[in-house]
């Protein structure tokens, strides 16, 4: 921590139990995992907790509530019934959940729940902002506050965010069945770090940020509104050492001791969840069903030990989920019980953490089967237990934590069968075997315990911090446009290079929409009339396009990346000994890959090929152009041919072709005392690299380049040419 800066750790509940007690409101913090592997940071310094205190508290004792928990760091964001309801029970919990755990026909898309959920996060924001100075960092969690990053960086645009989602993130093709998901992308990418727990995840957040958003993925980072966000896997560990430690502890011992003796002759299983139908929890009493159907052996041999902590039932899906667990219990209790046996113990309540410990503890196995899970910290809760490191656990491989636990027996949710034989091998699984995979896996918690997530994530925030700063440098922003105006003023010999598409005008979809417009015209006739000015247009166009919009003012021209060129006054030439006989074969395989992606097409230039893709369905055009790449690359490298890949095309050509050669050409004999280039194409890199170390280079539309600086857009580019003009009028005027 640098001087004052904080952190503000933002979540929809504080990590605190408000009850009120005769009149007094009494809190007691909370034991969940994450305000346990929290409390390193919001309990020390002036760092502090911003969320709902857990109960409605009335505007005239608002102040107490607030004054009490000041002393354990902890700031309230107030919320009516109302705004619980529908914010929180209505969208968090009636769209979210069930879309980000794939049962989309559990969503309800009210309104009157989107609304709630906007006017609620914006509340959050009001609070976190009256707390928020420069220099601090934020560091948000989870689903309910997915407009958050947003409405903070619109406030402040130069704070520090952190974001990170404890449940799934789905597919692009669920996510988009939210009405309003264009609005929750662009609140998630308000973050400067998105953390999720598994690259699955991370893999489908970028997906849907890229198709619903102006947001251009490179690998983990996204480049939106000019600003760097990464995306990472941080997979969330638990509190290791607290839940090794109650092994030992006294009342844990005597909770072993005591259901020991009960259960001596069984092998235990042991089941923990929350309510929800994301758990899997009907998929796991047929699973025993089955067993004890197909494996009557197994009949007074295993118990199965079913917790589940009550969640919600007050909810129609819930209670009949409730119910549907309560009939398939009692209906596998009264078909295989005996005298002085039943196969399953249902508990529907929670129990303390001593009580859990000592399930954990003598549990020979742990069965873990959501249909889909963030995490899932059960599982890793049971591992950390197994101080004698014996004992099974059967994960779904629909739970993040199955990622990192892969020496569990793995098993498909949804295959009774499955879970069933898993179930069986973990019964005979040899005690050598048990050991060799509880001590691998004990491993892992223990390293990648909760501590290690947090400084994993706020190492890694402020990383990127300072990748975006270093970064922002380059941007030519007004002082360094300013310096490259007073050069331009001072120079009496300039030469300035301008790439055409994506520079002068934007990247359109249709190539044959890029067409210049007045404005532009108006911008190179200034420019070229300044006898001290060569302005060179170099372009990918061929040359007949570049001639019939260009020739009649007074340009040189360099086409198709330099294997045409002409100067000013002169005809075109083509670079001399450039051959086109490789087009037919490589054209032979362009075709194939057309005729199979609809959208693609080939332009044929006179020295090259260009395949592009610009109107091919996202993610279908990237896997052609990869197959290309793959395909053609011996071929090019026998041909003595160049395939460049650049926005949506991949471009083949002669190896001497080649626009830093070409503008090396243009300076040949020359000395300017002046030069720029300006270019948005990775093609454009090769000029950056060919000018001299004194010329202005300028990549547009990103900062990753060899260009000293960057500009955001053709427009930042016309304004900068703009600032040129203006100094010429006067001596025009003469």
């Known amino acids: 921590m640098i001087g004052n800066n904080k952190t503000i750790i933002v979540s929809n509940r504080l990590p605190v139990k408000i009850t009120e007690q005769n009149g007094e409101y009494i809190l007691r913090p909370s034991e969940g995992g994450l305000a346990t592997g929290l409390g390193s940071v919001y309990k020390t310094g002036n760092n502090v907790w911003v969320g709902w205190p857990g109960i409605e508290v009335p505007e005239d004792r608002q102040d107490e509530v607030r004054r009490k928990l000041a002393t354990l760091n902890l700031i309230p964001v107030f919320l009516t019934n109302e705004e619980i309801n529908l914010y929180y029970e209505g969208f968090s919990n009636e769209i979210l959940w069930p879309i980000f755990h794939y049962v989309a026909t559990y969503a309800n898309f009210d309104q009157s729940y989107w609304d709630s959920y906007k006017s609620v996060n914006e509340k959050f924001s009001q609070e976190v902002i009256y707390h928020l100075n420069d220099g601090d960092t934020v560091w948000i969690h989870d689903y309910q506050l997915l407009l958050l990053p947003c409405y903070l960086r619109s406030n402040k645009p130069q704070v520090t965010i952190g974001f990170f989602q404890h449940i799934p993130f789905p597919s692009y093709e669920i996510f988009r069945l939210i009405p309003w998901r264009e609005e929750l992308i662009e609140g998630i990418l308000g973050a400067d770090l998105l953390g999720f727990h598994t690259f699955d995840d991370v893999r489908h957040f970028l997906s849907a940020a890229s198709r619903l958003s102006s947001a251009k993925p490179s690998e983990n980072v996204i480049i939106h509104k000019n600003r760097q966000i990464v995306v990472e896997a941080f997979p969330m560990g638990i509190d290791n050492d607290k839940f090794e430690n109650l092994t030992k502890n006294i009342k844990v011992a005597r909770h072993s001791a005591a259901f020991k003796e009960i259960h001596k002759n069984q092998k235990v299983i042991l089941s923990i969840d929350r309510l929800d139908y994301s758990k899997g929890i009907l998929q796991r009493l047929q699973a025993l069903e089955l067993l004890l159907q197909l494996h009557p052996e197994y009949i007074e041999k295993i118990e199965l030990f079913m917790i589940i902590v009550p969640s919600r039932d007050t909810v129609p899906k819930y209670k009949e989920l409730r119910d549907n667990i309560d009939q398939l219990v009692g209906n596998i209790n009264s078909r295989f019980r005996t005298i002085n046996w039943v196969p399953i113990h249902y508990f529907y309540r929670s129990f303390s953490v001593e009580f859990l410990s000592a399930l954990y503890s003598i549990a020979d196995i742990c069965l873990v089967t959501p249909m889909r899970d963030g995490m899932n910290l059960v599982s890793k809760e049971y591992v950390a237990s197994r101080v004698k490191n014996d004992g099974v656990l059967i994960l779904s491989e629909m739970a993040g934590a199955s990622k990192e636990l892969n020496d569990a027996l793995i098993v498909n949710p949804n295959n009774i069968g499955d879970i069933m034989k898993a179930i069986v091998d973990a019964i005979n699984m040899p005690t050598e075997e048990q050991v060799t995979r509880m001590t691998s896996m004990r491993y892992i918690v223990k390293k990648f315990n909760i501590n290690l997530w947090v400084k994993n994530f706020m190492d890694k925030l402020s990383e990127v911090k300072q990748m975006q700063e270093s970064l922002l440098t380059k941007h030519a922003a007004v002082a360094i446009r300013?310096?490259?105006?007073?050069?331009?003023?001072?120079?009496?010999?300039?030469?300035?290079?301008?790439?055409?598409?994506?520079?002068?005008?934007?990247?359109?979809?249709?190539?044959?929409?890029?067409?210049?417009?007045?404005?532009?015209?108006?911008?190179?006739?200034?420019?070229?009339?300044?006898?001290?000015?060569?302005?060179?247009?170099?372009?990918?166009?061929?040359?007949?396009?570049?001639?019939?919009?260009?020739?009649?003012?007074?340009?040189?021209?360099?086409?198709?990346?330099?294997?045409?060129?002409?100067?000013?006054?002169?005809?075109?030439?083509?670079?001399?000994?450039?051959?086109?006989?490789?087009?037919?074969?490589?054209?032979?395989?362009?075709?194939?890959?057309?005729?199979?992606?609809?959208?693609?097409?080939?332009?044929?230039?006179?020295?090259?090929?260009?395949?592009?893709?610009?109107?091919?369905?996202?993610?279908?055009?990237?896997?052609?152009?990869?197959?290309?790449?793959?395909?053609?690359?011996?071929?090019?490298?026998?041909?003595?041919?160049?395939?460049?890949?650049?926005?949506?095309?991949?471009?083949?050509?002669?190896?001497?072709?080649?626009?830093?050669?070409?503008?090396?050409?243009?300076?040949?004999?020359?000395?300017?005392?002046?030069?720029?280039?300006?270019?948005?194409?990775?093609?454009?890199?090769?000029?950056?690299?060919?000018?001299?170390?004194?010329?202005?280079?300028?990549?547009?539309?990103?900062?990753?380049?060899?260009?000293?600086?960057?500009?955001?857009?053709?427009?930042?580019?016309?304004?900068?040419?703009k600032s040129f003009t203006a100094y010429i009028k006067p001596s025009l005027t003469k």
């Open 482 to 721: 300013e310096d490259i105006a007073n050069a331009y003023t001072n120079a009496t010999n300039r030469f300035i290079f301008l790439d055409y598409d994506g520079t002068l005008v934007s990247f359109q979809a249709d190539i044959n929409k890029a067409s210049p417009d007045e404005a532009l015209y108006n911008i190179l006739t200034d420019l070229t009339s300044d006898l001290s000015n060569r302005v060179i247009l170099i372009s990918g166009r061929n040359y007949q396009t570049l001639e019939q919009w260009f020739g009649h003012l007074k340009l040189d021209m360099i086409a198709e990346h330099g294997a045409w060129q002409k100067h000013l006054h002169e005809e075109w030439k083509a670079l001399p000994l450039l051959t086109d006989k490789w087009k037919t074969e490589v054209k032979s395989v362009l075709d194939t890959y057309t005729d199979r992606t609809p959208g693609s097409f080939i332009e044929d230039k006179s020295f090259s090929l260009v395949w592009h893709y610009r109107k091919v369905e996202k993610g279908l055009g990237e896997l052609r152009a990869n197959e290309i790449t793959n395909h053609l690359r011996m071929m090019v490298a026998d041909k003595g041919l160049q395939m460049l890949e650049g926005n949506k095309v991949i471009e083949f050509k002669n190896i001497e072709v080649n626009k830093g050669k070409a503008a090396q050409n243009w300076l040949f004999n020359n000395h300017p005392d002046f030069i720029i280039a300006l270019g948005d194409d990775h093609t454009d890199e090769d000029i950056f690299k060919a000018l001299p170390d004194e010329a202005f280079t300028i990549k547009v539309g990103s900062n990753i380049s060899a260009a000293k600086f960057y500009l955001k857009d053709h427009k930042e580019v016309r304004d900068l040419l």
